[in-house]
Protein backbone atom coordinates (compact mmCIF):
# COMPACT_ATOMS: atom_id res chain seq x y z
CA UNK A 1 0.00 0.00 0.00
CA UNK A 2 1.27 3.37 -0.86
CA UNK A 3 2.36 5.81 2.20
CA UNK A 4 -0.59 8.58 2.46
CA UNK A 5 1.07 11.73 1.72
CA UNK A 6 0.61 14.36 4.91
CA UNK A 7 -1.89 17.28 4.88
CA UNK A 8 0.09 20.64 4.94
CA UNK A 9 -1.59 23.27 7.08
CA UNK A 10 -0.35 26.57 8.18
CA UNK A 11 0.20 27.21 12.26
CA UNK A 12 0.59 30.87 12.50
CA UNK A 13 1.97 33.01 15.26
CA UNK A 14 -0.36 35.87 16.11
CA UNK A 15 1.58 39.05 17.03
CA UNK A 16 5.03 39.41 16.24
CA UNK A 17 6.07 42.53 16.79
CA UNK A 18 4.10 43.26 19.91
CA UNK A 19 7.03 42.31 22.37
CA UNK A 20 10.62 41.66 22.36
CA UNK A 21 9.90 38.05 24.12
CA UNK A 22 7.52 36.98 21.78
CA UNK A 23 9.67 38.21 18.69
CA UNK A 24 12.38 35.93 19.86
CA UNK A 25 10.04 32.93 21.27
CA UNK A 26 8.70 33.21 17.72
CA UNK A 27 11.88 33.06 15.76
CA UNK A 28 13.21 29.99 17.31
CA UNK A 29 9.92 28.23 16.81
CA UNK A 30 10.57 29.14 12.81
CA UNK A 31 13.86 28.14 13.34
CA UNK A 32 13.04 24.90 15.02
CA UNK A 33 10.43 24.04 12.04
CA UNK A 34 7.37 24.09 14.26
CA UNK A 35 5.70 27.05 12.87
CA UNK A 36 5.46 28.05 9.25
CA UNK A 37 3.51 31.67 9.77
CA UNK A 38 3.72 34.42 11.28
CA UNK A 39 1.66 37.58 11.60
CA UNK A 40 3.03 41.08 12.35
CA UNK A 41 2.04 43.98 14.43
CA UNK A 42 3.65 46.85 12.19
CA UNK A 43 2.97 49.84 14.78
CA UNK A 44 3.82 47.84 17.57
CA UNK A 45 6.70 50.08 20.06
CA UNK A 46 8.69 46.43 19.61
CA UNK A 47 8.42 46.75 16.22
CA UNK A 48 11.63 48.08 13.93
CA UNK A 49 12.94 47.34 11.00
CA UNK A 50 15.83 45.45 12.37
CA UNK A 51 12.91 43.25 14.14
CA UNK A 52 12.01 42.94 10.42
CA UNK A 53 15.48 41.89 8.89
CA UNK A 54 16.02 38.86 11.74
CA UNK A 55 12.14 37.45 10.73
CA UNK A 56 12.94 37.85 7.19
CA UNK A 57 16.34 36.10 7.48
CA UNK A 58 15.07 33.32 8.46
CA UNK A 59 14.24 32.81 4.42
CA UNK A 60 17.18 33.30 3.12
CA UNK A 61 18.23 29.49 2.22
CA UNK A 62 14.73 29.07 1.50
CA UNK A 63 11.30 29.38 2.55
CA UNK A 64 10.80 28.55 5.78
CA UNK A 65 7.90 31.13 7.06
CA UNK A 66 4.99 32.96 5.76
CA UNK A 67 5.15 36.43 6.89
CA UNK A 68 1.61 38.13 6.88
CA UNK A 69 0.41 41.70 7.87
CA UNK A 70 -1.55 41.85 11.42
CA UNK A 71 -3.84 44.74 11.22
CA UNK A 72 -4.08 46.45 14.35
CA UNK A 73 -7.49 48.23 15.31
CA UNK A 74 -7.59 47.92 19.28
CA UNK A 75 -6.34 49.13 22.04
CA UNK A 76 -4.19 50.11 23.86
CA UNK A 77 -2.29 50.65 20.75
CA UNK A 78 -2.29 54.00 18.73
CA UNK A 79 -3.29 54.29 14.93
CA UNK A 80 -0.31 55.73 12.74
CA UNK A 81 -2.93 58.07 11.11
CA UNK A 82 -3.14 61.46 12.85
CA UNK A 83 -6.85 61.93 11.51
CA UNK A 84 -8.18 58.13 12.82
CA UNK A 85 -11.71 58.59 14.88
CA UNK A 86 -12.79 57.23 16.97
CA UNK A 87 -9.86 57.12 19.63
CA UNK A 88 -9.67 57.03 23.67
CA UNK A 89 -6.85 59.24 24.67
CA UNK A 90 -5.07 58.67 21.69
CA UNK A 91 -5.22 54.79 21.50
CA UNK A 92 -7.95 52.88 19.53
CA UNK A 93 -10.91 51.84 21.16
CA UNK A 94 -11.54 48.18 23.04
CA UNK A 95 -12.28 45.42 21.54
CA UNK A 96 -15.89 45.28 22.07
CA UNK A 97 -16.72 48.99 21.51
CA UNK A 98 -14.98 48.55 17.80
CA UNK A 99 -16.99 45.69 17.73
CA UNK A 100 -20.16 47.21 18.77
CA UNK A 101 -19.97 50.37 16.26
CA UNK A 102 -19.10 48.47 13.23
CA UNK A 103 -22.39 46.27 14.23
CA UNK A 104 -23.89 49.76 14.58
CA UNK A 105 -22.42 50.87 10.70
CA UNK A 106 -20.86 53.86 13.12
CA UNK A 107 -16.82 53.48 11.88
CA UNK A 108 -15.58 56.08 9.33
CA UNK A 109 -14.61 53.18 6.34
CA UNK A 110 -12.41 55.94 4.91
CA UNK A 111 -10.79 56.58 8.07
CA UNK A 112 -10.27 52.70 8.05
CA UNK A 113 -8.52 52.68 4.85
CA UNK A 114 -6.37 55.64 5.71
CA UNK A 115 -5.17 53.69 8.52
CA UNK A 116 -4.97 50.15 6.80
CA UNK A 117 -2.70 51.81 4.18
CA UNK A 118 -0.56 53.54 6.46
CA UNK A 119 -0.11 49.88 8.28
CA UNK A 120 0.59 47.92 4.63
CA UNK A 121 3.04 50.95 3.61
CA UNK A 122 5.07 50.52 7.50
CA UNK A 123 5.16 46.60 6.18
CA UNK A 124 6.35 47.11 2.76
CA UNK A 125 9.09 49.48 3.75
CA UNK A 126 10.72 47.24 6.31
CA UNK A 127 10.14 43.99 4.70
CA UNK A 128 11.13 45.41 0.97
CA UNK A 129 7.68 43.85 -0.18
CA UNK A 130 4.11 43.11 0.29
CA UNK A 131 2.75 40.71 2.76
CA UNK A 132 1.98 37.07 1.90
CA UNK A 133 -1.17 36.95 3.87
CA UNK A 134 -3.46 39.54 5.71
CA UNK A 135 -4.87 39.17 8.95
CA UNK A 136 -5.79 41.20 12.06
CA UNK A 137 -5.11 41.33 15.43
CA UNK A 138 -8.33 40.30 17.58
CA UNK A 139 -10.04 39.43 14.07
CA UNK A 140 -11.02 42.95 13.52
CA UNK A 141 -10.62 41.96 9.93
CA UNK A 142 -13.99 40.09 10.22
CA UNK A 143 -16.27 43.10 11.61
CA UNK A 144 -18.25 44.89 9.34
CA UNK A 145 -17.02 47.88 7.96
CA UNK A 146 -13.79 46.46 8.83
CA UNK A 147 -13.86 44.03 6.36
CA UNK A 148 -14.85 46.73 3.35
CA UNK A 149 -11.76 48.63 4.10
CA UNK A 150 -9.64 45.68 4.87
CA UNK A 151 -10.51 43.78 1.15
CA UNK A 152 -10.44 46.73 -1.04
CA UNK A 153 -6.55 47.57 0.89
CA UNK A 154 -5.51 44.14 -0.06
CA UNK A 155 -6.71 44.41 -3.86
CA UNK A 156 -5.25 47.92 -3.92
CA UNK A 157 -1.82 47.14 -2.64
CA UNK A 158 -1.38 43.22 -2.10
CA UNK A 159 -3.63 41.54 -4.59
CA UNK A 160 -1.31 38.30 -4.13
CA UNK A 161 -1.96 38.09 -0.62
CA UNK A 162 -4.69 35.42 0.55
CA UNK A 163 -6.48 37.01 3.88
CA UNK A 164 -7.52 34.90 6.86
CA UNK A 165 -11.14 33.91 7.37
CA UNK A 166 -12.12 32.03 10.68
CA UNK A 167 -14.68 29.31 9.90
CA UNK A 168 -13.75 25.77 12.04
CA UNK A 169 -13.90 23.10 10.46
CA UNK A 170 -15.16 21.15 13.43
CA UNK A 171 -18.66 20.02 13.53
CA UNK A 172 -21.54 22.70 15.82
CA UNK A 173 -21.92 20.49 18.28
CA UNK A 174 -17.59 20.64 19.15
CA UNK A 175 -17.75 24.38 19.29
CA UNK A 176 -20.47 25.22 21.68
CA UNK A 177 -18.20 25.55 24.66
CA UNK A 178 -16.24 28.09 22.19
CA UNK A 179 -18.44 31.57 22.41
CA UNK A 180 -15.86 33.43 20.52
CA UNK A 181 -15.06 30.89 17.49
CA UNK A 182 -18.35 31.18 17.17
CA UNK A 183 -19.20 34.38 17.19
CA UNK A 184 -16.26 34.73 14.56
CA UNK A 185 -17.19 31.62 12.36
CA UNK A 186 -20.75 34.08 12.26
CA UNK A 187 -18.60 36.42 11.07
CA UNK A 188 -16.36 34.84 8.95
CA UNK A 189 -19.58 33.96 6.29
CA UNK A 190 -19.98 37.66 5.24
CA UNK A 191 -15.79 38.10 4.70
CA UNK A 192 -15.71 35.14 2.78
CA UNK A 193 -18.33 36.25 0.05
CA UNK A 194 -16.81 39.44 -0.32
CA UNK A 195 -13.63 38.21 -0.44
CA UNK A 196 -15.07 35.63 -3.24
CA UNK A 197 -16.44 38.59 -4.98
CA UNK A 198 -13.09 40.73 -5.27
CA UNK A 199 -10.95 37.50 -6.28
CA UNK A 200 -9.32 37.13 -2.93
CA UNK A 201 -7.65 33.57 -1.66
CA UNK A 202 -8.62 32.29 1.95
CA UNK A 203 -7.88 29.67 4.01
CA UNK A 204 -9.93 26.80 3.46
CA UNK A 205 -10.83 26.41 7.32
CA UNK A 206 -9.28 27.84 11.15
CA UNK A 207 -8.90 26.68 14.22
CA UNK A 208 -7.03 28.03 17.36
CA UNK A 209 -9.54 30.08 19.34
CA UNK A 210 -9.80 28.56 23.54
CA UNK A 211 -10.45 30.68 26.28
CA UNK A 212 -7.40 31.87 27.65
CA UNK A 213 -8.41 31.21 31.21
CA UNK A 214 -5.34 30.89 33.77
CA UNK A 215 -5.94 27.12 34.02
CA UNK A 216 -6.29 26.31 30.48
CA UNK A 217 -3.80 23.21 29.75
CA UNK A 218 -2.71 23.87 26.57
CA UNK A 219 -1.25 20.88 25.61
CA UNK A 220 -4.33 18.99 25.80
CA UNK A 221 -6.34 21.43 23.73
CA UNK A 222 -4.00 21.69 20.96
CA UNK A 223 -4.47 18.50 19.38
CA UNK A 224 -8.48 19.09 19.23
CA UNK A 225 -7.83 22.21 16.65
CA UNK A 226 -6.41 19.77 14.14
CA UNK A 227 -8.74 17.15 14.12
CA UNK A 228 -10.80 17.43 10.40
CA UNK A 229 -8.30 20.31 9.24
CA UNK A 230 -8.25 19.75 5.56
CA UNK A 231 -4.77 20.70 3.23
CA UNK A 232 -4.23 24.60 3.33
CA UNK A 233 -6.19 24.84 6.91
CA UNK A 234 -4.54 27.35 9.15
CA UNK A 235 -4.47 26.91 13.45
CA UNK A 236 -3.56 29.87 15.15
CA UNK A 237 -1.44 30.23 17.98
CA UNK A 238 0.27 33.14 20.41
CA UNK A 239 3.45 31.78 21.66
CA UNK A 240 6.08 33.93 23.57
CA UNK A 241 8.19 34.80 26.56
CA UNK A 242 6.61 36.78 29.02
CA UNK A 243 8.48 40.48 29.45
CA UNK A 244 7.63 43.78 30.55
CA UNK A 245 6.05 45.09 27.48
CA UNK A 246 3.97 42.23 26.66
CA UNK A 247 2.20 42.42 29.91
CA UNK A 248 1.85 46.01 29.91
CA UNK A 249 -0.24 45.64 26.04
CA UNK A 250 -1.50 42.61 25.89
CA UNK A 251 -3.76 40.72 28.80
CA UNK A 252 -2.49 36.99 27.37
CA UNK A 253 0.97 36.71 28.55
CA UNK A 254 1.72 33.16 30.78
CA UNK A 255 -0.04 31.15 28.00
CA UNK A 256 2.13 32.12 25.58
CA UNK A 257 5.26 30.64 27.51
CA UNK A 258 2.33 27.31 27.89
CA UNK A 259 2.28 27.76 24.04
CA UNK A 260 5.69 27.77 22.90
CA UNK A 261 6.61 24.44 25.74
CA UNK A 262 4.06 22.61 24.05
CA UNK A 263 5.24 23.64 20.11
CA UNK A 264 8.65 22.55 21.12
CA UNK A 265 8.18 19.55 22.42
CA UNK A 266 8.22 16.10 21.24
CA UNK A 267 4.27 15.76 21.70
CA UNK A 268 3.41 18.65 19.29
CA UNK A 269 5.02 16.41 16.54
CA UNK A 270 3.51 13.25 17.50
CA UNK A 271 -0.02 14.84 17.36
CA UNK A 272 0.55 15.97 13.80
CA UNK A 273 1.96 12.56 12.74
CA UNK A 274 -1.09 11.03 14.35
CA UNK A 275 -3.16 13.11 12.06
CA UNK A 276 -1.51 12.68 9.19
CA UNK A 277 -0.26 16.18 9.07
CA UNK A 278 2.81 18.73 8.22
CA UNK A 279 4.16 22.18 8.15
CA UNK A 280 6.80 21.56 5.35
Known amino acids: MDAVTPRRFWLCADDYGIAPGVNVAIRDLVARRRLNAT ?16 LAALNAAGPRVAIGLHLTLTGPLKPLTKDYVPLAEGA ?26 AQFEVFANAFGRPPDFVDGHQHVQLFPQVRQAVLETVTW ?45 TNPAFAGTYTYR ?6 AIFPGFLDGLPE ?25 EQEYAYFCGDAFVAALEKRGLTLN
Open 39 to 54: SVMVLAPSFSRAEAHA
Open 92 to 117: FLPVATTLRLALQQRLDVAALTREFR
Open 157 to 201: VAPTAWVRQCGGSLPLHRRLTDPKGLLIDWLSREFRARAKNLGIA
Open 214 to 219: ANADFA
Open 232 to 256: GGLVMCHPGHVDAELERLDPLTTLR
